[in-house]
């Protein structure tokens, strides 16, 4: 496949079609599912000497997450975002994990352990 060639086709690839889905009747509402879509292609190409032959060279990628939905119901547009729940649990253990490591620096500071908490007199004495 020539470079040119994927490269049109991913342009045909990457279109609103990928962003928002069918839309979808439930009851009084209709659902447009939307996701984000990010793609990137690439594309290479070499002539060396004859001994040598020539090269080529290609790629492409695309990558889809859910965002959320939008509902209309009479007449009214609402967004109902996608929530990625292992993201927010993610996100909390990471504050907790930093909230514990403040925690006992705070706790070794006030009991006095070396290393923190000296007075300047001390530093400048021998």
């Known amino acids: ?5 994927l490269l049109d086709k991913t342009r045909g690839d990457i279109n609103a079609r ?13 659902i447009i599912p939307a996701a984000k879509v990010r793609g990137g292609g690439g594309g290479g190409e070499g002539k060396g000497p ?14 889809a997450r859910p965002a959320g939905a939008f509902v ?30 403040v925690l006992g620096t ?6 006095g352990l070396p290393g923190l908490r000296r007075p300047v007199r001390r530093l400048f004495r021998r």
């Open 50 to 63: 004859s001994e040598q032959g020539s090269g080529a060279g290609s790629g492409f990628g695309l990558s």
């Open 106 to 111: 705070v706790i070794r500071a006030r009991q």
């Open 1 to 5: 496949m020539d470079v040119s060639e």
């Open 18 to 30: 990928h962003v928002f889905g069918e839309p979808v009747q439930q009851g009084d509402a209709i």
């Open 72 to 101: 209309i119901r009479e007449g009214l547009v609402r967004w109902r975002p996608a929530i990625d729940v292992n993201r927010v649990i993610l996100g909390g253990q990471i504050v907790m994990a930093i909230g514990l490591l």
